[in-house]
Structures are given as structure tokens and as C-alpha cells.
């Protein structure tokens, strides 16, 4: 992983336990703007993240996944295998 793509990965994860600074953000967004692979991590970030703020909060019944999110789990998925085989 490049050194970008390693800082971008870590800033986006503490973003979901911290607020990131105003300097941190941009470096993120401008980050994400340019490289595809950190941005498809991010948007799975934010899904599981969804998920599992609805799975903690007992709120199962609202647990309903648009086409796209549901598509798009199931490539987080893929990948997920993908890298592990
Ligand atoms: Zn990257």
C-alpha cells in the first residue's frame, strides 16, 4: 500500500471514532478525489459503519439496504474474500 493510500486508510477510519481536523478532512477528501481504491474502502467503511450502528442500537427492522448499498456490500464482500484466498 502507498504511503498516501496508508495515511488516507487511517484517517478515514479514525473519522468514524474522532472528529477529523479541518487540515485532516482536506487531506482526505483530496486524497479520495484522486485515488478510486481509497475511495471504494471509504464508502464500504461508512456502510459497515451503518451497520453496525443499526445492529447496536437494536434497530434490526430499519436495517433496509438501498440496490446500490446492497451491491455494493457484496463487493466489499468479494474483495474481502478475494484478499484472503
Ligand atoms: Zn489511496
Redesign the pocket.
Known sequence: M?Q??HY??RLASDSLDRPLSLWERLRLKL?LS??S??RNCDNNLKLMRQINTLIRKNHYGQLRLSEQQRQQLHKALDQHDNAIH
Open positions: 502507498k498516501a493510500c488516507a486508510s486524497h484522486m485515488c481504491n481509497c
